[in-house]
């Protein structure tokens, strides 16, 4: 799971935990802008890395209107698309962590 620590982190973690207290949380600060973030997940799909399977309107809308000129007052904050920018980042751009078997001792 990626959360977006900046607007209420806290309580997103705290939240996740109550279901479930091992599920693996990576705790991410926006330092920069949305546009800025999304330029490199915009070129894994030029290159053909990233697919959608299924259908996802709303997702789809906000990214056919994401530009750098997106007005939040009247087009509303791009959360989908951030939101995929987030996950996307950390499967795609980051090595992921090795997991860890546990094992319990009897």
């Not at 802008?33 to 490199?40: D, I, L, S």
């Not at 070129?43 to 053909?48: A, D, H, K, R, T």
Request: aromatic share 4%.
């Amino acid at each position: 799971m990626v959360a977006e620590a900046n607007n209420g982190g806290d309580i997103v973690q705290a939240l996740l935990r109550t279901i479930d207290r091992d599920v693996p949380i990576r705790m991410v600060h926006a330092c920069r802008g949305k546009f800025v973030r999304a330029e490199p997940i915009s070129s894994l799909y030029e290159q053909g890395r990233v697919h959608h399977v299924g259908s996802f309107p709303a997702l789809e809308d906000q990214m056919a209107s994401f530009t750098p000129d997106l007005d939040r007052a009247t087009q509303g904050s791009p959360d989908r698309v951030d939101a995929l920018v987030w996950g996307l980042t950390e499967v795609m751009l980051k090595q992921a962590p090795q997991r860890v078997a546990r094992s319990t001792q009897i």
